[in-house]
């Protein structure tokens, strides 16, 4: 193998590893100013889109989680990862699918399951990671705020108990 394709395999390779998500998409039919702008939207997000060769994405995901992908390996490819949020590629794609008719998702990967574009739609429902956090927390605080509540009831019918029995002698 040339030293070129070597590398590009190997470039490949490393980022099926460190990829928490792989969307495979079809781009046939898209113009050089759509991808361009599908790029520019995936970058965004922090996805790396990569269109390669089926036989070199093939050789670098031999050995690793994603090899059962090979099967969607098929046709003109566009790989996009997504290394920080693994919603993220899922989102921005199924939202472009919306657009750009030329553009469908094929499958793809989160960690080591394999997911079906009905998956990929489904997953691109998921509110970001930064709104379910916020929403496990504000969960795991209900009961703290409850509960501080509750200890501050009997405090809080004291001091309106003491405040009537001076308002009552004032009188």
Known sequence: MRPEKQAEVERLKDSFSRAKST???????LTVAEMNEIRGKLREA???????????????IKGTDSESLTDILAGPIAIAFSY????????????????H???????GMLGDKVLSTSDI????KLPSKEILLSQLLSVMNGPMTGFVNV????????????AAINEKKDN
């Open 84 to 99: 920080d949020d693994p919603v993220a590629g899922a989102k921005v794609l199924t939202e472009l699918t919306k657009t």
């Open 46 to 60: 922090s996805v790396e889109l990569r269109v390669t060769k089926n036989t070199l994405a093939k050789i670098a």
């Open 121 to 124: 739609e489904e997953l691109s």
């Open 101 to 107: 008719d030329d553009l469908e998702i094929k499958g």
């Open 151 to 162: 200890l501050v009831g009997n405090q809080r019918k004291l001091v309106q108990v003491l």
């Open 23 to 29: 969307v495979l998409t079809d781009y046939c039919g």
